[in-house]
């Protein structure tokens, strides 16, 4: 068997969905459900018993397992040829990576050389196929050893400013030359950037074409006098650094010289020599970082496993070296790129425009590994083409990026969020996101269910401390939603609509489960914990919250919850129209029989 002509298969489709007429569609539709319904169920029930209707197949038993889910997927993209007006329902097939399989999976994928946090990311968040087609390729062929690397982040990203030092680009031999003839560090005047940055405006440079004892005179001007570019890179590369420093000049030659290939004549700003390390401008400069990216007439993106790439190659490649870049990892690209008016990706012999680069709609119905690749990469498009971002966005977004600076984060999402990094960059880092939440004030209902580490503040013990899974934020499981927000936080805590089911307060052992009986219905509950903590406790508590009823037969998160005194009890159960916490006492599991 093969999935070779799936594409024709496809296409053939699509072709008689557009013949049909209107009244036939949503029968059909209904048809392709319940089919796929079906199949996934025979898949769960399949994996509960480790595959044994397959064991005849031998080695191969992974490989048919894959095959179905290839195939599986395959139609659910395909059905969203469908009208939009017409129901759809969506199945997932990543169950398929349960242990052995997810472990062998993970080990072949380091072992061919991916990043173990890259590898978590894929297997983590995208399809079957787009996993697939990720091990087919395999990873950026560069000299990165990703030996000490983790699941949460990347070794050879984390920076340590103190030895950093500068490179040089790999066609200059300044350090093989004598002394007298190596290239140099070139700056802009100190005195000149710091005072367009506390005068409120923002500095960009222009390099002389001309060189001096191997320094390059850099010019500073004001960005409302001249057009200019925004540079985006991340400091692992060799681009960091601050005004007093400057960089080597032969990376000021090779930054104007990609500028002048996308705006001859503009200028550009680059934190490396328009950020200095004056604390008092630096803040300034911090605050305004939005500002710059936002009003640059184009953001120019830098990252090294990119620059190995031909944007020759085929546009699942190019999505994938996107996607698995260093520089999608980062903290600080986020807002960088979301706020572009252009975005362009450097490859190695070419700039690239980032809308140029996603897939057409069309192509990714016959092609479904596209469609997980791409979804990040359109996300960083939604501000800029669509005017919608979330804060679900912001927050699927971070979950898999990372800094080496971890009080940064407020401060590089506030903008994306309707605040201001100006208002956070004096607070004490631990008061940053309390701010943050309260310029934000509504959130997805959703944010109550979301594992990681919580706010220890009262009112605020609700909230992610951070989004970031390498620093104590959610790594799997739910997501936050990128629908309207629907729940309000307030100064005493998060005020939503939840199913709820309360009680007498009662105290239970982490790790043990726990019965529950409604009143109402003779639903019986079973609650099981879901530990986020390597030691033993109890927690206490007298309601569990859930989105919704949980039918018969199925489970749900849920989470177990203080009422503060006063708050009155709907029943046993029954919606609640608002909550009052006194603490969270942790994310459960509840199965309704």
Known sequence: MTKERIPEIITAFIEQIKERQDEKLEPWL????????QAHSLMVNALKSQFAELRGL?????????????ISEALVK??????????QQGFSWSMIWAPPQRQVLVGEMITDGWCPSIVEYLVSTVSVSSLEYAFLQGPTKDSKDHGDCSTETCANYVVDEKTYNAKHVL???????????????????????????LGGEIPV????????????????????????????????????????????????HRLASLVSRIRPGAAFWTDGLCIPKADDARKKAIGMMARTYSEAAAVLMLDSGLQLCHSTQPPDVKVLRVLTAGWMRRLWTLQEAVLAKELYLVFADTPLLLENIIPRPSDMLLFPHLTDLASELFRLTKLSKYDSYAIGDVARSLRWRTTSRPSDETLAIA??????????????????????????KEFPRNVLFLSGAKLQVPGFRWAMASFMASHG????????????????????????????????????EAGKGWKLKSQKTDDLYEVRDLPSR????????????????????????CVAALRCPGTPAVGTDGHVTEVIMAELSGKLSVCVG
């Open 30 to 37: 209904r048809r392709i459900h319940t089919s796929l319904s």
């Open 58 to 70: 031998g080695e191969d038993v992974p490989s048919m397992v894959c095959f179905i889910a290839l």
């Open 78 to 87: 395909a059905k969203m040829a469908f009208p939009p007006r017409l129901p």
């Open 171 to 197: 066609s200059c031999q300044s350090e093989e030359a004598s002394p007298r003839t190596s290239c140099q560090h070139s700056r802009p005047s100190l005195e000149e950037v710091k005072k367009f940055i």
């Open 205 to 252: 440079i222009t390099v002389a074409a001309g060189s001096h004892s191997g320094c390059v005179e850099v010019k500073v001007h004001s960005s409302s006098d001249v057009p200019y570019i925004a540079i985006s890179h991340v400091w692992a590369d060799g681009l960091g650094s601050t005004t007093e420093t400057g960089l080597p000049t032969c990376q000021l």
């Open 415 to 440: 903008s994306l969020l309707g605040s201001h990094a100006s208002s956070l960059v004096d607070l004490k880092p631990e008061d940053r996101m309390i701010r943050l939440i309260q310029d934000i």
């Open 473 to 508: 934020g959610s790594g799997r499981g739910l997501m936050l939603s990128t629908q309207t927000p629907d729940a309000i936080q307030t100064g005493r805590g998060l005020k939503s609509v939840y199913y709820a089911l309360i009680f007498p307060r009662r105290t239970f």
């Open 534 to 557: 390597a030691s033993s406790y109890t927690y206490t508590c007298d309601m569990l919250l859930l989105l919704e009823r949980v039918p018969n037969g199925s489970a749900s998160i």
